[in-house]
């Protein structure tokens, strides 16, 4: 029968009105009101801390807020320096290849400028070559020395 619930159940509930109807009463009424205090006073910390941390989720909740518009300006600034980026790429690719092009239209002209004066050059020398072989066939001595003295006495005329 000790070992039953609903026997302790009794027993304390004797034990309980025993003492409230007894001199105990006034104790049993300030251990009340003094519990009452104490479940007062814990249920005001804990509207406390509530609000506190009511406060700080509403803190927190600003601060993501900010974060995500700060991440939004970051993302569009840097799509803002891509693309002024890809324009100034472009260009400067657009200045070098015009560039590139003007060096090779120089190189072409140069190139044909050399290839000329080396036609010329070799005209020269061809000419020279012919004219060499036209001399050694047609000129004989006397006429080599005839012109030859003839030459020489021109020479103080055109040094004049």
Not at 72 to 98: F, G, N, P, W, Y
Request: hydrophobic share 45%.
């Amino acid at each position: 029968m000790m070992e039953s619930p609903a026997f302790w159940v009794m027993v304390s509930f004797a034990i309980f009105v025993a003492a409230a109807f007894k001199p105990g009463r006034k104790f049993l009424i300030e251990a009340l009101d003094t519990r009452a205090d104490k479940i007062k006073d814990e249920m005001d910390e804990a509207a406390r801390l509530r609000e506190e941390a009511q406060a700080t989720l509403a803190t927190y909740q600003r601060k993501q807020r900010e974060a995500v518009e700060e991440t939004k300006e970051i993302i569009d600034h840097a799509t803002q320096e891509v693309a002024r980026m890809r324009a100034h790429a472009a260009k400067d690719l657009e200045v070098t290849l015009s560039r590139r092009q003007q060096q090779a239209l120089d190189r072409i002209t140069q190139a044909e400028l050399e290839a000329i004066q080396d036609v010329r050059n070799m005209a020269a020398t061809i000419a020279i070559h012919a004219t060499k072989l036209l001399l050694e066939d047609y000129l004989d001595e006397p006429r080599s020395n005839a012109l030859i003295e003839g030459a020489i006495a021109d020479l103080p005329k055109i040094l004049h």
